[in-house]
């Protein structure tokens, strides 16, 4: 699986980066095999103004179904990362459910 973080206006050492990727790698660990590419972007949207304004937008490929993407928002941005890890993971799931059960069918 192929995965790129990319930061804007958020200053992020390799540690936090490292702990970014295996978050998401964990999350999707089970469905390794069908996931093409991951690209995480994690962005401060105000900048130094504050507020709730911590984004991360993740877009995956998987194999043989169309791209999914996975957008969150928020004050604190590993919270955020967590959502997103989450979501992305049950969204996953589903997907790969449905390509499953769609070549059951197509088979029967």
């Known amino acids: 699986m192929k ?3 990319r930061c804007t206006h958020l200053p992020m050492d390799r540690g936090a980066l490292g702990h970014i990727r295996r978050r998401f790698e964990h999350c ?3 469905f390794a095999h069908c996931v093409l590419q991951v690209h995480v ?3 401060d949207v105000n900048g130094p103004k504050g507020g709730a304004d911590k984004r991360c937008l993740v877009q ?3 194999r043989g179904a169309p791209e999914i993407v996975i957008e ?3 004050v604190e941005l590993f919270g955020v990362i967590g959502r ?3 979501r992305l993971s049950a969204t996953v799931g589903r ?3 449905l390509q499953k059960h ?3 069918f197509r088979l029967a």
């Open 84 to 86: 997103a890890a989450d």
């Open 3 to 5: 995965f790129d973080i």
């Open 41 to 43: 972007l994690l962005s």
């Open 60 to 62: 995956l490929q998987l």
């Open 28 to 30: 999707l660990d089970h």
């Open 72 to 74: 969150e928002q928020g």
């Open 95 to 97: 997907a790969v459910a």
């Open 102 to 104: 769609q070549h059951q």
